[in-house]
């Protein structure tokens, strides 16, 4: 048996940010992210009040910043929180 290095590649490095908006924007915002395939994967927060996560891999972070930028200019989101790895309970 030989000491190989395994070849299966691990799993990406996951960026999460948490955002606040209207509840009545959110639709539109899931909407739009979703538009933008591969971008992100959009989840509403259980029991907050217009919290939403957006999920992505590292990959896609430089393209995430530019949307959510937008998103702030045009529809007055709150960026929460940025975060790499694990998203939070």
Same mark, same amino acid.
């Given at each position: 048996?030989?000491?190989k290095p395994?070849?299966?590649p691990?799993p990406?490095?996951?960026?999460w940010?948490?955002?606040k908006m209207?509840?009545?924007?959110?639709?539109?915002?899931?909407?739009?992210?979703?538009?933008?395939?591969?971008?992100c994967? /959009?989840? $509403?927060? /259980?029991?907050?009040?217009?919290?939403?996560?957006?999920? $992505?891999?590292?990959d896609?972070?430089d393209?995430?910043?530019?949307?959510?930028?937008?998103?702030?200019e045009?529809?007055?989101?709150?960026?929460?929180?940025?975060? $790499?790895?694990?998203?939070?309970?």
């Amino acid at each position: 048996m030989t000491d190989k290095p395994d070849p299966t590649p691990g799993p990406p490095e996951e960026i999460w940010v948490i955002v606040k908006m209207a509840k009545p924007d959110i639709f539109f915002i899931r909407y739009i992210t979703e538009a933008y395939e591969g971008l992100c994967i /959009p989840t $509403t927060l /259980p029991d907050s009040d217009g919290l939403v996560l957006l999920l $992505t891999g590292k990959d896609m972070e430089d393209e995430l910043r530019v949307a959510i930028d937008a998103l702030v200019e045009e529809f007055g989101i709150e960026v929460i929180q940025w975060g $790499t790895g694990q998203t939070p309970r």
